[in-house]
């Protein structure tokens, strides 16, 4: 079935660094993918919609300049936290579809922890 | 970490039909549980959660899902489904006290003919 490979798994990084999350579609192309961000207690929260070889769709309240999304192709799309702050810590996961058959696919989250 | 496992693949019903979505966990703590839908071209609504009391908890657009605490379930259920709910249904974990990550499961897709 569609895998989706979500890269890395956990990572601790400085106030004021960048870091950068990778999505990728194993065994199909992904035309859309998804990124969700999860405060504790809480639900996921969209922060946007990213379509391949196109600028990504942000939802209100999330800064596009801070949370930079790259869907450059079919299997890749990265999600890089800029000038993280310790109020960026949380999970964050990506879900990826292609066809309509595929359905959607999640990734395995990421961890961010900025201290 | 805490695994899901959603038994259904594909489920395909009538309308009018009644609908159960099985979803299972594992992890002996303490946990939170969702119900997402996804409409095909969209992303995750949020059907339903438990979090603590009543384990038979109501959501949105008729669904509802209990709470089994001895089963490690958290079966969703709707008594008529309509031809707009077909889309594909995922069940989360949110393990808590371990790295309070979420989980889905693989997802179900639920074509409901008209």
């Not at chain 2, 008529?80 to 989360?92: L, P, R």
């Amino acid at each position: 079935g569609a895998v989706v490979s979500q890269h890395p798994s956990r990572v601790i990084c400085k106030s004021g660094t960048s870091v950068k999350i990778e999505c990728r579609s194993l065994d199909f192309q992904a035309t859309t993918m998804f990124w969700y961000r999860q405060f504790p207690k809480q639900s996921l929260m969209l922060m946007a919609t990213s379509n391949e070889g196109s600028k990504a769709t942000y939802e209100q309240g999330v800064e596009k300049d801070k949370f930079l999304i790259n869907h450059a192709s079919l299997t890749l799309s990265t999600l890089t936290v800029t000038s993280a702050h310790p109020e960026d810590s949380s999970f964050y996961i990506c879900s990826a579809s292609g066809a309509v058959n595929y359905g959607y696919t999640f990734g395995s989250g990421t961890r961010l922890t900025v201290v | 970490a805490q695994s899901v496992s959603q038994h259904n693949h594909h489920v395909i019903l009538s309308e009018a039909a009644s609908l159960e979505l099985g979803c299972n966990y594992s992890y002996g703590g303490t946990v939170n549980l969702f119900w997402y839908v996804q409409y095909p071209g969209q992303h995750l609504q949020l059907l339903l959660k438990y979090f603590s009391g009543d384990p038979l908890v109501k959501g949105i657009k008729g669904f509802e899902a209990e709470f089994i605490k001895s089963k490690f379930s958290f079966n969703l259920r709707k008594p008529s489904v309509q031809w707009s709910d077909t889309a594909e249904y995922f069940c989360a974990v949110n393990a808590l006290g371990s790295n309070n990550d979420m989980r889905f499961g693989a997802g179900t897709r639920l074509t409901v003919k008209p």
